[in-house]
């Protein structure tokens, strides 16, 4: 089975950024690097007949750090990537909607968590509302559209009563883990994908992850990400990981938290009966993608094949993973 992905994808979350624009002042559309917030923000904004602001750009970063009011004054609807870039652009827009407070007024893009942007903490709270992006679901990557949880959430007796053993193989569950959802992942032959994961992974780290924070001890952190993709589908073990990587818990914790701000690490927040078993219970740690994940464990498809005791206990916690994603 293959599963290349070179055509246009009709993005499940399309429909629901077009709604939440009209009911919201500021959309902002978060999510990591490739997943295809630009193309979604292309496509909206060309729909709307307005241009997009890429602060990546440099000369149109600096154009609108200079004077961010001129570029989000107006009644159309301004569309602009990678807002971090230029987080003054957010006091403008905060100033702008002083005087006109409407729905549909903004919709921005950025590849960090909006709340792990200090100056942006406070600028927009209470306008702005933050759709996040995750790499393509199964359906979209086979062209599907999937209904389940709303079957399941409309009528959970009927759609427990009519499910049917999966046809789908384990050889074809590995190969759909190992290549994840990335777009520009899964449009590569499996052969040069690892190579992908991997300019993927430390050009993030290199990039994102410093321009968030001056971090300390910089060469810990990749060591830091392969022992927290370890313990993926697993309950989080901070002190381990930072064992492992050789730094403090400490410090490995506020690492951890950098991680999460620019989508390499996603924390699972444990589910009980009462919120106190919700409270006291440790949340699981994932990478955000499964085909990451297996590049950060370096575990292949045919490693993953074999019916041994740890292979097998490997593909468990991929699996997990992938279903969470």
Known sequence: ??????????????????????????????????????????AIASSAEVPVLDLDDLATRDAVAADPALFVSGPELVCIDEYQKAAAVLDAIKAELNRDLH???????GSTRYDALPAAAQALTGRLHV?????????????????????????????IAQATDSRTTRDEYIE???????????A??????????????????ER????????????????????????????INIAK???????????????????????LIHRLRAWGTTLRARASSKPKVHVLDSGVAARLLRLTPEKLAR???????????????????
């Open 1 to 42: 089975m293959s599963i290349p992905v070179t055509r246009f994808v009709d993005r499940r979350v399309n429909e629901v950024i077009r709604r939440r624009l009209g009911e919201e002042p500021v959309v902002a559309l978060h999510g990591p690097r490739t997943v295809g917030k630009s193309t979604l923000l292309q």
């Open 103 to 109: 729905a549909g007024r903004f919709l921005i893009t």
């Open 131 to 159: 759709v996040t992006i995750y790499p393509l679901s199964q359906g979209e990557v086979s062209g599907s559209r999937e209904n389940f949880i709303e079957r399941l959430l409309d009528d959970p007796g009927h759609v």
């Open 176 to 186: 759909r883990v190992t290549a994840g959802g990335f777009p520009l992942a899964l």
């Open 188 to 205: 590569r032959r499996p052969s040069t994908r690892g190579r992908w994961f991997d300019d993927y992974v430390s050009l993030t780290l």
């Open 208 to 235: 994102d992850v410093t321009e968030l924070s001056k971090i300390r001890q910089r060469e810990a952190l990749p060591r830091l990400l392969e022992r927290l993709a370890g313990q993926t589908a697993q309950m």
């Open 241 to 263: 990981a930072a064992e492992l990587a050789r730094m403090d818990s400490e410090t490995a914790e506020a690492y951890l938290k950098l991680l999460e701000a620019v989508f």
């Open 307 to 325: 019916l041994q005791p740890t292979s097998l206990e490997q593909f468990g916690h991929l699996l997990e993973t992938f279903a969470v994603n």
